[in-house]
Each structure stands twice: as C-alpha cells, then as structure tokens.
Nanobody, 125 residues
Framework: QVQLEESGGGLVQAGDSLRLSCAAS????????MGWFRQAPGKEREFVAN????????TYTDSTEGRFTISRDSTKNLVYLQIHNLKAEDTAVYYC??????????????????WGQGTQVTVSS
C-alpha cells in the first residue's frame, strides 16, 4: 500500500510560479512511477507528467513540456511539480499518483493504482 498527500496549491496570479509537493508513504518499490494529473471542472483527468522513481526518467505531453517540471527526492519520498508562468487554463485540482511499474510514453489514469486527494490550484488573470 502507498499513501500520497499533495500540498502547495492555492490562489495565484497569472504569470506566477508554483511548486506542488507530494509526500509518499508506504512501500515504494524501485519500479514505481510517480505522476501528476490534473482535472478542471467539467473535464476529464489529464496527464501532466511522470517520473521513474529509480532512474528519474520523465515524461511530459506536448502541452506541459517547458512550463512544468517534475522531480523527486527519493531520500525524503517526495515528488514535486514545478509550474512556471501559470495561466488561467492551469486552474484545476492537481493529483499525485503512483503506478507499480513506470511505463514510457503518456500513461492513462487507469495505469495508476494509488492516488492522493488532490490540491486545488486556481490561477486568476
């Protein structure tokens, strides 16, 4: 079992930067992949980025590469999502998730067995 807890969300201005954190506890295996998803009101959950727990390999989408940076501190069991130049369309609940085996390519939400409760990010323009 893995427990995930996000923090760092809030109300920010367009153009600001923000760093979200995800604290992971439980049995985290070296094969795990850790991901960030987001869900805006009325929209489906959308993949943002993921990272291989062991190697640090990362995956982004065309729309998130550049402004979003995922990283992890395996000594503290923390995963981060740094967002630069926030836009109104980044407003969403951001979720941290864990998959038992990191897969290259863009994953689906169903690939992840463990989820946090989410943290709200609201960007005012």
């Amino acid at each position: 079992q893995v427990q995930l807890e996000e923090s760092g969300g809030g109300l920010v201005q367009a153009g600001d930067s923000l760093r979200l954190s995800c604290a992971a506890s439980g049995q985290i295996m070296s094969t795990y992949g850790m991901g960030w998803f987001r869900q805006a009101p009325g929209k489906e959950r959308e993949f943002v980025a993921n990272i291989a727990w062991s190697s640090g390999h990362t995956t982004y989408t065309d729309s998130t590469e550049g402004r979003f940076t995922i990283s992890r501190d395996s000594t503290k069991n923390l995963v981060y999502l740094q967002i630069h130049n926030l836009k109104a369309e980044d407003t969403a609940v951001y979720y941290c998730a864990a998959e038992s085996i990191f897969r290259r390519g863009v994953p689906r939400p169903t690939d992840f067995a463990y989820w946090g409760q989410g943290t709200q990010v609201t960007v005012s323009s």
